[in-house]
């Protein structure tokens, strides 16, 4: 429930072999001006996987393509898995990742009552992930145990929609509309859906943020 800052909900999977399910994690970004670009604490912590690895490095190109083609990037950025133990692979995050990031920057809070799953690739569009179905599934459990509010939901990428086959109390809240499936086919329609301001809006932001963090960075000759 509510919004907050640089924070989102994402969707992962649990794998234990023969049962598998899935657990929605709190993702987190914290930005300040510096030259690090956007440090992965997972793999600083030895937890990150190779595929998760070269997620980040995407978000990173998309932020410098989009946002910074006239100036040089000039920020300290972390993700994180709050309170995630365990390795961490896969790019099936990234979108949320980068969703927190831009929340970060922006310092526009992002709905708390959504989770978000997909791949994002360096144009901003939002790829296919697996185990969509246990990832919904993951979300509307959590949901049901703390209550509905009529707001909850997930987000997921478009081209999964074929693929989800959530079982029939699902679909009944769905239908009812306890419960909400948000396909998206880029990150600014995301962006959209999460912060209830327009993209361009919101981009703009972003941008103007990390101009003022060169500036800092330029000023203090670092």
Known sequence: ?????????GLTIVDRGYYLFGKPAVISSRTAPGRE?????????GLSGGHHDKGVFILEGFIKSRYTRTFPLSVYATLCFEQSYGDVDGDSASSAELLALLSALADIPLRQDIAVTGSVNSMGE???VG????KVEGFFRICKRTGFSG??????PAVNTVHLSADS???????KRNFHVYPVRTVDEALELLSGMEAGTFNYLIEQKLRSMA????KYKC
């Open 131 to 134: 185990c969509i179905t246990e």
């Open 215 to 218: 500036d800092v960075m330029k």
């Open 1 to 9: 429930e509510g919004t907050a800052v640089g924070r989102i909900n």
């Open 169 to 175: 109390e699902v679909a009944d809240a769905v239908r």
């Open 151 to 156: 707001t909850q939901g997930v987000i997921i």
């Open 37 to 45: 670009g956007v440090v992965n604490i997972e793999r600083e912590a």
């Open 126 to 128: 939002i790829q296919p």
